[in-house]
């Protein structure tokens, strides 16, 4: 039986041959097959016609303390500072003419992670924005726990802090905060 001649789908693919029985033409079809299913994966995502994703649950937060200006104002962007025995989320705005150098610091910190705004979801930043919170009930204080090495695993109170300040979300697990 003759082989049939096909339509090059790829036309900057060499390994084309042109037939429909060869190799090169199976394994661009099965590429080109490959780029439709994922198109059509994002487009029933971006339509929403693919179910969301289920939240196990949602943990409550609790209101621990507000910061004495709006974030909007820095002028230092917030960052994390890792350094010496007390980690610390640090900014700078000014007050009365002169730069004011204020932060965050944790005591016993375990673990630390930083989302930019466009990583956020709405739960990152309602309760959060400007605003020291506790999550409670926190799976990833659990998820800590549980990868931590027995002798250590309950030395320590565990707390999950987040802020959000201006486009980004900070999360902590420490014993303890304190104002800079």
């Known amino acids: ?7 090059n789908p790829d036309p900057l693919n060499p390994k084309w041959s042109g037939t429909r029985n060869s190799q ?7 590429y080109w097959s490959g780029i439709i ?3 059509a994966f994002v487009k029933r995502r971006r339509t929403k016609g693919w179910p969301a994703q289920p939240r196990s649950k949602m943990s409550s937060k609790k209101a621990l303390h507000t910061i004495s200006v709006a974030s909007t104002s820095f002028t230092t ?3 994390w500072d890792g350094r010496g025995a007390y980690p610390a989320i640090r900014y700078g705005y000014p007050k009365d003419g002169s730069e004011i150098q204020d932060g965050i610091k944790f005591g016993k910190m375990c ?3 930083e ?3 466009r990583c956020c979801t709405e739960w990152h930043i309602r309760d959060a924005y400007d605003t020291l919170v506790e999550v409670e009930d926190s ?3 659990k998820e800590v726990r549980a990868d931590m090495d027995g002798r250590w695993r309950n030395k320590w109170e565990m707390h999950h802090y987040l802020i959000y300040l ?3 979300c900070f999360e902590v697990i420490a014993a303890s905060w304190a104002v800079l």
Do not use: F, H, N, P
Request: with cysteine.
């Open 1 to 7: 039986m003759k082989s049939k001649a096909i339509q």
């Open 24 to 30: 090169a033409s199976s394994s661009a079809l099965t």
């Open 37 to 39: 299913r994922s198109c």
């Open 77 to 79: 962007e917030a960052y």
């Open 111 to 113: 673990a630390m992670r």
């Open 115 to 117: 989302r930019a705004e």
């Open 139 to 141: 799976d990833w204080v």
């Open 166 to 168: 201006d486009g980004r």
